[in-house]
């Protein structure tokens, strides 16, 4: 048991609260802080972790300090961009305490505990996957470690086993956090190109990954990503064919969910962790419970999904279209103002097909203060006139909720594609339309 103090800045984050679940389990001393409370903060507090300071400031992490000594700050990305003066950051530089993002943390972790890095990476569809492969290992009786970004009804967020030989993880590359790994062996879910202040250009969003593919033991990887790179698989690879018959054997709803379980099947296959074939394995994956905030559904016929990027918001509404064609609503909530900027030319047909459209305010995190606010109205702006003609634009209030209510009513799906945290479309959903326990 280590009794290494570690406080985790932005505790209440999808990457950040994992790992502090992760550390609290491995034997490590846990405390932290986050700018707002949110269901991530209740359901940490819930699960032991309640030395949390909401509100940042030097006071209350010398406070934590003065308690006992902090050995190890770990911050999330947003922190240094948000405010380079950060009080809790200029703290730990003036008091000469070790401190990094959570990347170099968790391959500390990693070292300490001998775990082998099973990694799922790519622009989208990581935490669906990464989420299968946790499932799939629980269900064939491995051992297994894990972070997801997301909440999952078979575990924890973030969960660490001391008789596990291996550590699933949703590899993001924001940030670039994915080059400080090398995994014994990577999960590609699709390659697009995303966070563009992090990566400006195409090109060097690809150069990324081709040093990651390079810094993997081994690899499962779809063809079309090989394409995309310009990569000659090299190693211990496997490649799949995204037209394989093989995938349509699944009985999962949305293309997507039955394209990232066959790359789950053929990586545990690939491991040697179970006798069966990919093909019993895919069918196995089956009976996959799901993802919170992935196709999740609030009440009959209301769904909330995370799908921010162009691909992920293509894959939620075939999956969409496929339960329920011709009666499928959409209510978007962009995942910042600045990614509504990168992708303004494919939001012009994004929508197309649906059979009504409202669009809410941007979750704004992470922005850059250059670019003008796109509004509602702005973004409705964007769209064919085929799309307009179906488009409203909204705000979290009455009316919406009615709009919602009466789709529910006529029989409709109501799709939120939503970012999730404090104050998002998300919350505000479960506020109005998830019955409160007694």
């Not at 997301?150 to 670039?176: L, N, T, W």
Request: charged share 20%.
């Amino acid at each position: 048991m280590s009794d290494m103090h570690v406080f985790f800045s932005g505790i209440g984050g999808t990457g950040i609260g994992p790992l502090a679940l992760i550390a609290k389990e491995a034997g490590f001393e846990v405390s932290g802080s986050d700018k707002q409370t949110s269901q991530y903060i209740d359901y940490l507090r819930a699960h032991g972790i309640t030395d949390i300071h909401i509100g940042q400031s030097s006071e209350e992490i010398a406070a934590a300090h003065a308690a006992k000594p902090i050995d190890w700050f770990v911050y999330s990305s947003a922190l240094p961009k948000e405010n380079p003066n950060h009080p809790e950051l200029l703290f730990v530089d003036q008091n000469n305490i070790k401190h990094s993002k959570r990347d170099e943390f968790l391959l500390h972790v990693l070292d300490e505990k001998h775990l082998q890095l099973v990694a799922v990476a790519g622009t989208h569809g990581k935490t669906t996957t990464t989420a299968m492969a946790i499932w799939l290992l629980k269900e064939l009786d491995v051992p297994v470690s894990y972070s997801v970004g997301a909440k999952i009804p078979f575990g924890e967020m973030g969960h660490f086993d001391p008789a596990s030989q291996y550590f699933v993880y949703e590899c993001d590359e924001y940030d670039r956090n994915m080059l400080t790994f090398s995994p014994h062996i990577s999960l590609i879910t699709g390659i697009d190109w995303d966070h563009a202040d992090i990566y400006p250009t195409r090109e060097e969003y690809y150069q990324a990954f081709l040093q990651f593919l390079g810094q993997s033991q081994q690899l499962v990887v779809w063809q079309d990503d090989i394409d995309r790179l310009r990569w000659p698989p090299e190693g211990s690879v496997a490649v799949l064919n995204p037209s394989d018959t093989t995938i349509a054997q699944s009985k999962l709803l949305g293309l997507v969910n039955r394209q990232n379980a066959w790359e789950v099947a053929n990586a545990i296959s690939k491991m040697g962790l179970s006798s069966k074939s990919p093909l019993e394995l895919l069918q196995l994956l089956d009976n996959f419970p799901g993802v919170s905030r992935r196709y999740e559904q609030l009440t009959p016929g209301l769904y909330t999904d995370y799908a921010h990027t162009p691909p992920k918001i293509r894959g939620a509404l075939q999956l969409g279209t496929e339960v329920a064609a011709g009666r499928l609503v959409v209510v978007y909530e962009g995942l910042h103002n600045t990614r509504q900027h990168f992708i303004k030319e494919e939001l012009r047909t994004l929508f197309t097909g649906v059979k009504q459209l409202y669009i809410v305010p941007s979750y704004l995190a992470r922005e850059d203060p250059s670019l003008a606010l796109l509004s509602p109205d702005d973004l409705r702006g964007l769209m064919t006139p085929e799309i307009q003609a179906v488009t409203v634009a909204s705000a979290l209030d009455d009316t919406l909720e009615a709009a919602i209510r009466n789709h529910l009513s006529e029989g409709d799906l109501v799709l939120c594609l939503t970012a999730g945290g404090g104050h998002s479309l998300d919350e505000w959903l479960r506020a109005r339309f998830v019955p409160k326990l007694p």
